[in-house]
Structure formats: structure tokens, C-alpha cells
């Protein structure tokens, strides 16, 4: 069998054009959001992933302002910025890009963001927020993208068996935490380097989530016929002198499975959308409050 390839950029470009209507009408009381993005040193694809969501901000009309650090300020100098847009009313949105260098707690950092305008919903507070099942506010990116898309399919995920590959606290713990709520009610197992049987836990499962970040781990016959792939895995790998991105899951998997996310065009160009539609709320979030106060 053939998969639907589903096409993440088109999903994304669907949810822009909502988010052109809420920052528009934001506009006509208001200022337009405004997203702060901070990148600390020289990492290639840091400085990719920024810019394209610089791109996604241009395009929505969100206004967005990108500060520089060296790979050689202190810890310090990035709390302290922090601080600051913190305090600045102008600002809706924060967001500190990752991976950080050598010597920065990045979990640390991410607590000193005012959790009202942490975009990417790593803050305690917004993951905390997943297990008492209130959804109403900034979620994180990547697992609230694989639920758009899980959702886009049609398919009904009450009582499926879904399996999280990962288990980390910004893709496959909230993930996991947003497929068990009440109203989507999909039975999840979480499973990690720790885990016995990787392949009968995926020839078992409905639904499987690849968000490991190790190429190919996700064997094409272990996905069984007729099931959901939706792959978080962006890993870069040399093949005869060339550089190409795959998936966690072998490509192959488009022959057995009947929906599947590709690599790239997948999960990324929607995870960039959710987070437009975290700044968008942000603002619209801290703009009702200056209304109300």
C-alpha cells in the first residue's frame, strides 16, 4: 500500500492564514505582536531555524526582533536579557533558540522566562499546565503540531494504541501527556533507550510517534499496515559524499503505513506555525489584560 503523505507546510500555511486574521484584528486596537528571538553563538542551523521563523513572522505580520549573543558571554549576560524583555511591555513573546553552549543550563533558563511569554511552552508552569488538562494556553511547539496533524488526518484516536519513541520533556512527554486527554482518549506508551522489544512495541501499536533523534531507528517492517507515522526525527546523514535529512523511521515505511509525515516538510514547517499561534496568543493575552486592568 501507498501512504498519504501529509504535507506539513500546506497544514502550516492553512493555520497562517488564521493567524493573518487574529493579528490583523489585534492590529486595529493595538500594536502588532512581538516576538523576541535570542540566539547565543554560531550554530548553522540555529541560525537556519531563525531565520525561518523570522520568515513566518514577516508573513503573518507579527513583529519580530532577533538578538545575537556571542558564544562568549556569560550565563549572566543572558539572564539579565531576559530580564529585561521580561519587563518590556512591548514585547509578547520570548524565545531563547537551542542548543545553547557549553556551560548554560538551558532547563535553568528557561524557568527565568515569564511564562506568559514563553512561545515555545517549556516553562513548568505550560508543561504543568498538560497534566491538569488545561489546553487553553502556550503549549509546546512540536507535540501541539503532531496533534494538529494527528487531527488533520481524520482519523478517530479514541482507543488507539499510540506509541511515543523518546521521552524527552519538550517533545515526548507532552506529546504522550496531549494523546491520553480526556476527549482525544488514546492509549500511550511511552518508550526510551531503556526499553525492551522496540519492535514489538511498534508492530503493536496504531499510531507511533518517532521522536528519538536517531536515524532509522524505526525498522520499515516493524510499522504495521494500515497505521499513522508521524516522524519528529530531523537527523543529518553522509551518504556517498552527500549530506541528506532523514526521519527516525526508514523511509520505507511509506509502503506499509496508511498516513505518514516526511522529512523534511513534515512536523518542522508545522511546529513553526504552532509557534506564530503561541505569539499570537501571548498577545492576545497580555493585550486583555491591559484592557482589563
Known amino acids: 500500500m501507498a501512504s498519504n503523505v501529509i504535507d506539513g507546510k500546506a497544514l502550516g500555511a492553512e493555520l497562517e492564514n488564521s493567524l493573518k486574521i487574529r493579528v490583523s484584528n489585534i492590529k486595529k486596537v493595538h500594536r502588532p505582536p512581538h516576538l523576541v528571538v535570542i540566539i547565543v553563538g554560531d550554530d548553522p542551523a540555529s541560525k537556519v531555524y531563525v531565520r525561518n521563523k523570522e520568515r513566518a513572522c514577516k508573513r503573518i505580520g507579527i513583529d519580530s526582533t532577533r538578538v545575537d549573543l556571542p558564544s562568549t558571554c556569560s550565563p549572566e549576560d543572558l539572564e539579565n536579557l531576559i530580564g529585561e ?167 520505507a515505511a511509506s509502503t506499509r503505513a496508511s498516513w505518514i509525515t516526511p522529512v523534511p516538510g513534515g512536523v518542522g514547517p508545522m511546529t513553526i506555525a504552532m509557534l506564530m499561534s503561541n505569539t499570537v496568543t501571548a498577545a492576545e493575552s497580555i493585550f486583555n489584560r491591559s484592557e482589563d486592568s
Do not use: Y
Not at 511547539?141 to 496533524?149: E, G, L, N, Q, R
Not at 481524520?154 to 491520553?180: D, F, H, N, Q, Y
Not at 518517532?210 to 532509522?216: C, L, P, R
Open 85 to 251: 524583555f521580561n519587563e518590556d511591555p512591548g514585547v509578547d513573546g520570548i524565545l531563547v533558540q537551542s542548543p545553547l553552549p557549553t556551560g548554560f543550563d538551558e532547563i535553568g533558563i528557561t524557568e527565568l522566562i515569564d511564562p506568559r511569554k514563553d512561545v515555545d511552552g517549556f516553562h513548568p508552569i505550560n508543561l504543568g499546565r498538560i497534566v491538569t488538562g488545561r489546553l487553553g494556553g502556550l503549549l509546546p511547539c512540536t507535540p501541539s503540531a503532531v496533534m494538529k496533524i494527528l487531527e488533520s488526518t481524520g482519523v478517530e484516536m479514541k482507543g488507539k494504541r499510540a506509541l511515543v519513541v523518546g521521552r524527552s520533556r519538550i517533545v515526548g512527554m507532552p506529546t504522550a501527556l496531549l494523546m491520553a486527554q480526556k476527549g482525544i482518549d488514546a492509549t500511550v506508551t511511552v518508550c526510551h533507550s531503556k526499553s525492551e522489544d522496540l519492535e514489538g512495541l511498534c508492530k503493536s501499536s496504531d499510531i507511533i510517534v518517532a521522536a528519538a533523534g536517531k536515524a532509522g531507528m524505526i525498522h520499515h517492517q516493524w510499522v504495521p499496515i494500515g497505521s499513522i507515522i508521524i516522524d519528529v526525527g530531523i537527523n543529518r546523514v553522509e551518504e556517498d559524499g552527500r549530506s541528506r535529512l532523514v526521519g527516525d523511521v526508514e523511509g
